[in-house]
C-alpha cells in the first residue's frame, strides 16, 4: 500500500473566525487517504501559525521527512490547498519543485485533484486567491503599524543606541541607551572628519570597545548602515514615508548626518543607474550558481553577465538582452492554450470573482459599519462636551482614541481596494497570456515580462553562450505537442517518430496523452528546426545566443 502523510494548520485569526479546527482536518484528511488506498504514514500539525511563509516548525519537518528516500512518501494529503501555503513564490519556488523531484502527489480532501494542463492551471489559480485572502487579513497588522507611526512610535525594534522599554502602566517606548549612543556619535564625528574610511572607523570603533549585543566586533557593513540610518536625528523611516513627529530623542544633528551621506557617495564610486532590468534575479550561471546581474553599455546596450562571488572567469561571458528576448520569444511561440482550456480558466475565474466579491464586500461593510459606530461616539462625545456634561479631558483621550480607530478603519479601506484592483490585473495579465503568450510578452512591461517567465520556468541558466530555460511540466508538454504539430505539417513529417525527446511523457493537449513518441531527436530534424533555446531536452534558440 502506498503511503501518505497529511498535514494540517491553523492561524488563530482563522480559528477564531471560521472554525478551522485541527482535528476537523485530521478526520478529513485521514478518511480522503484511506478512501484513495493510502496508508496514512504521519500527521503534521501547525497551530496558530500564518502561511504567508515556510517559517513553520512543521511544514519544515515534513520537508525533511519526505525528501528522505526510507520513508517513501507518495501523498502529502491536504485539507485544503491554503492550508500548505498563502504564497505562490513559497508553492512554486519550493514545495512543488520538492514534490515533484521525490514523485510525490499533493491531494486537496476537499477539491479536486487533476492531473490535467487545466486542473494544473487551476490549482495556479486557487493558490493566487489564496494568498490574496492572506494579504487582506495581513493588512490588518499593517495598518495597526501604520497607524502607530502617524503617532510618532517607530514600530519596529529600535537601533543600536536605543532601546525599547515598557512602563509599568504597558506604555511602551525608545529610549537612548546611553553606553551604545556614545559609539553611533563618535561613529558619525568620526567619518565626518574625512580621516577614516569606513573599514578603518570600524577597526577604531572596535579599539574603543563597540561591540554587538553577542560581544562580537561590529562588521564594517553595520557601521555603514548605522551611518545611513536617519533614526538617529530624532525622526524614523517607514514604508518609505518620514516621520517628523517621532517621539524618540536625537543622538546626532540632522546637520552632522547629511555631511556624513554626501561623504558617503564616493566621488569615484559609480552612481547607480536608474534603470529596470528585465531578467536580473532570474538567471543563474551553470558554472558557479551565482546570479547573473546586467549592466547598461553607451546608455542603451544590456548585457547580463554572472556576479563572479565565487571567483572564476565566468563573469567574462556576456549575453546581449535582446538575444534572451528572442529565444524567450521562440519559446513562447509554442504555448497556445487550448480554448476549451481557456474557457475553462474564464469560468473559473468568474467563480473567484464571485468569492472575491462576496468576501471583500463582507470586509469592507464591517469596516464601514465600525467606522459610523465611531463617527456617532466621535459627534455625540463632542456634544456632551459643549452641554459640560464630560471634561475637556476626558472628551479629549476619547476623541483621540476614536479618532485614531477611524483612520485604522480607513488605511484598511483603502488597502482592500488596491488588492481589489490587484486582482483585476492579475486576471486580465491571465487572461492575455491564455489568449496569446508571444504577443503578450512582446507587449508588455518589464514586470508582465518578468511574471510570464516566473509562470511557465521552472530554472533559467547560462553557461559559454547558450541560454537554457527550463519549463515547468504544463507549459513543457505544451511546448512538446506544438514542436510536434509543427514539425507534423513540414517537411519532417515522415521522421516523426524519431525526434521526439527521450522519456516524453506522452501527453496530448486534450486528454494529457502524447503518443507515438520514442527515440532521440535525430540530428537532421535539429537542423531542420526553426532554431531554439533548450527547454528541458527540446533544443531551443541556441543558434541566437551565439555572439
Keep these: 500500500m502506498e503511503k501518505a502523510v497529511i498535514y494540517a494548520r491553523v492561524s488563530s485569526e482563522e480559528q477564531a473566525k471560521h472554525g478551522f479546527s485541527i482535528e476537523n482536518q485530521k478526520k478529513v484528511c485521514i478518511e480522503f487517504a484511506e478512501k484513495n488506498g493510502y496508508f496514512v504514514d504521519k500527521v503534521f500539525v501547525d497551530e496558530g501559525k500564518s502561511a504567508k511563509n515556510l517559517e513553520r516548525p512543521e511544514i519544515q519537518e515534513l520537508m525533511a521527512y519526505c525528501s528522505k528516500k526510507k520513508h517513501k512518501i507518495n501523498a502529502v494529503v491536504i485539507w485544503r490547498l491554503d492550508r500548505i501555503s498563502r504564497n505562490t513564490n513559497d508553492y512554486h519556488g519550493v514545495l512543488r519543485p520538492l514534490f515533484e523531484r521525490k514523485g ?81 556619535k563618535r561613529a558619525f564625528e568620526m567619518y565626518d572628519s574625512g580621516m577614516y574610511s569606513l573599514r578603518s572607523l570600524t577597526e577604531k570603533l572596535y579599539e574603543e570597545g563597540f561591540r554587538s549585543k553577542t560581544g562580537k566586533k561590529v562588521g564594517k557593513t553595520a557601521i555603514e548602515y548605522i551611518l545611513k540610518n ?110 476549451e482550456v481557456r474557457q475553462k ?76 484592483k490587484q486582482f483585476y490585473e492579475q486576471a486580465d495579465a491571465l487572461l492575455r497570456f491564455t489568449d496569446n503568450a508571444y504577443e503578450y510578452y512582446l507587449k508588455g512591461s518589464i514586470a508582465q515580462r518578468r511574471k510570464i517567465l516566473e509562470i511557465i520556468s521552472e530554472k533559467i541558466t547560462y553557461k559559454d553562450k547558450t541560454f537554457n530555460l527550463i519549463l515547468k511540466p504544463v507549459f513543457q508538454t505544451i511546448v512538446e505537442n506544438q514542436y510536434i504539430l509543427k514539425s507534423v505539417s513540414g517537411s519532417v513529417a515522415e521522421s516523426i517518430s524519431s525526434f521526439a525527446p527521450k522519456n516524453a511523457n506522452n501527453r496530448t493537449l486534450e486528454n494529457g496523452i502524447k503518443k507515438g513518441l520514442e527515440g532521440d531527436l535525430s540530428p537532421n530534424v535539429r537542423k531542420n528546426s526553426p532554431g531554439w533555446t533548450r527547454t528541458n531536452s527540446l533544443p531551443v534558440n541556441s543558434r541566437l545566443l551565439r555572439h
Aim: contains cysteine; aromatic residues 10%; proline residues 1%.
Design 104 to 184: 510525490i502527489r499533493l491531494l486537496s480532501a476537499t477539491e479536486a485533484n487533476v492531473d490535467t494542463l487545466e486542473g494544473d492551471l487551476m490549482r495556479n489559480i486557487g493558490m493566487s486567491f489564496a494568498e490574496y485572502e492572506r494579504k487582506i487579513i495581513g493588512f490588518r497588522t499593517v495598518a495597526g503599524l501604520r497607524q502607530k507611526a502617524s503617532q510618532g512610535e517607530y514600530p519596529h525594534q529600535a537601533p543600536v543606541g536605543y532601546k525599547n522599554i515598557t512602563h509599568k502602566d504597558g506604555s511602551k517606548a525608545i529610549i537612548i541607551d546611553d553606553k551604545n549612543a556614545f559609539y553611533i
Design 345 to 420: 480558466i474564464a469560468n473559473e475565474l468568474k467563480v473567484l470573482h464571485d468569492k472575491k466579491n462576496g468576501y471583500s464586500k463582507e470586509v469592507k461593510a464591517n469596516l464601514q459599519k465600525q467606522i459610523t459606530t465611531l463617527e456617532n461616539r466621535i459627534e455625540n462625545a463632542f456634544e456632551l462636551k459643549l452641554d459640560g456634561t464630560i471634561t475637556h479631558e476626558f472628551w479629549k483621550k476619547q476623541n483621540d482614541k476614536w479618532q485614531a480607530e477611524k483612520d485604522k478603519m480607513y488605511i484598511q479601506l483603502e488597502e482592500i481596494n488596491k488588492l481589489d
Design 230 to 339: 536617519i533614526f538617529y536625528t530624532g525622526v524614523f523611516k517607514f514604508e518609505d514615508k518620514i516621520y517628523e513627529n517621532a517621539k524618540h530623542k536625537a543622538i546626532i544633528s540632522k546637520e552632522l548626518f547629511y555631511r556624513v551621506q554626501d561623504r558617503l557617495i564616493s566621488p569615484n564610486k559609480a552612481k547607480k543607474q536608474n534603470y529596470e532590468f528585465a531578467y536580473t534575479g532570474l538567471i543563474r550561471c551553470e558554472h558557479c550558481g551565482c546570479l547573473l546581474t546586467a549592466e547598461l553599455k553607451k546608455g542603451k546596450y544590456i548585457y547580463y553577465h554572472c556576479t563572479g562571488n565565487k571567483g572564476g572567469d565566468c563573469k567574462r561571458d556576456y549575453i546581449n538582452e535582446t538575444k534572451i528576448d528572442k529565444a524567450i520569444a521562440e519559446v513562447l511561440k509554442l504555448i497556445i492554450i487550448p480554448t
